[in-house]
């Protein structure tokens, strides 16, 4: 998932982005209206994390431009503004859902996770392909069973690719929902994660194919 922080706290946002890098989002961050529609302006975002007050500004404007532009992101409001009128507001807006500050980190997990899987149409939480599971709740995936350890990144790719089993995911999707403007990848670096996926996978009757020129597919062998 490619997600935007729309915070003027840095320490709040600061803490927002760890917590959404621990989920295996590539995350970018705006401070203001302006960075946020610059943001909007030349990246696609799975998921939005919006807060309202923004100094002068009003992240319910921010939200508009999201809902107009037709782009199917899902929205997160996380703000001080708590009261009724205002989660009545912003639902009617089209906000997905609506977490007043302050908030215990679980909790905003745990909406994420479920906003997350709302985004990608995963109905079941659970994915089986081969001897390989992946849960998109926990983000565990088990080979026979057994758990596999693997940095975040390669946890991210390897969700996108079960998420997308037997449909080739372009090299370039990859690089876009596993980077942020702030650590931006590079395709040969996505071969060295494929690389290292691939050797992971041995044994669970998974075959991660290369499409030449194209990108990358996940089935069952």
């Given at each position: 998932?490619?997600?935007?922080?729309?915070?003027?706290?840095?320490?709040?946002?600061?803490?927002?982005?760890?917590?959404?890098?621990?989920?295996?989002?590539?995350?970018?961050?705006?401070?203001?209206?302006?960075?946020?529609?610059?943001l909007a302006a030349v990246a696609d975002y799975d998921l939005v994390v919006l807060d309202l007050?923004?100094?002068?500004?009003?992240?319910?404007?921010?939200?508009?431009?999201?809902?107009?532009?037709?782009?199917?992101?899902?929205?997160?409001?996380?703000?001080?503004?708590?009261?009724?009128?205002?989660?009545?507001?912003?639902?009617?807006?089209?906000?997905?859902?609506?977490?007043?500050?302050?908030?215990?980190?679980?909790?905003?997990?745990?909406?994420?996770?479920?906003l997350a899987r709302r985004v990608v149409g995963v109905e079941a939480p659970l994915i089986h392909?081969?001897?390989?599971?992946?849960?998109?709740?926990?983000?565990?995936?088990?080979?026979?069973?057994?758990?596999?350890?693997?940095?975040?990144?390669?946890?991210?790719?390897?969700?996108?690719?079960?998420?997308?089993?037997?449909?080739?995911?372009?090299?370039?999707?990859?690089?876009?929902?596993?980077?942020?403007?702030?650590?931006?990848?590079?395709?040969?670096?996505?071969?060295?994660?494929?690389?290292?996926?691939?050797?992971?996978?041995?044994?669970?009757?998974?075959?991660?194919?290369?499409?030449?020129?194209?990108?990358?597919?996940?089935?069952?062998?």
């Amino acid at each position: 998932m490619r997600s935007l922080i729309v915070e003027d706290n840095s320490s709040i946002a600061a803490g927002i982005q760890r917590s959404l890098e621990g989920l295996g989002h590539a995350v970018d961050q705006a401070a203001s209206l302006t960075e946020a529609f610059d943001l909007a302006a030349v990246a696609d975002y799975d998921l939005v994390v919006l807060d309202l007050n923004l100094g002068n500004d009003d992240g319910l404007d921010f939200l508009r431009h999201l809902r107009r532009s037709g782009k199917a992101v899902g929205v997160l409001i996380l703000t001080a503004r708590g009261g009724l009128q205002d989660r009545v507001r912003g639902l009617d807006l089209g906000a997905d859902d609506y977490l007043a500050k302050p908030f215990e980190l679980a909790e905003f997990e745990a909406r994420i996770r479920a906003l997350a899987r709302r985004v990608v149409g995963v109905e079941a939480p659970l994915i089986h392909l081969g001897q390989l599971s992946f849960d998109t709740v926990s983000r565990e995936a088990r080979i026979g069973g057994v758990a596999l350890d693997m940095p975040a990144r390669e946890r991210a790719l390897l969700q996108l690719l079960v998420e997308n089993a037997g449909s080739v995911v372009p090299k370039e999707r990859i690089v876009t929902q596993l980077s942020s403007f702030d650590d931006e990848l590079t395709p040969n670096a996505i071969e060295i994660y494929v690389h290292r996926l691939r050797k992971r996978l041995e044994g669970s009757g998974c075959n991660l194919r290369t499409a030449r020129g194209l990108g990358y597919m996940l089935d069952a062998g």
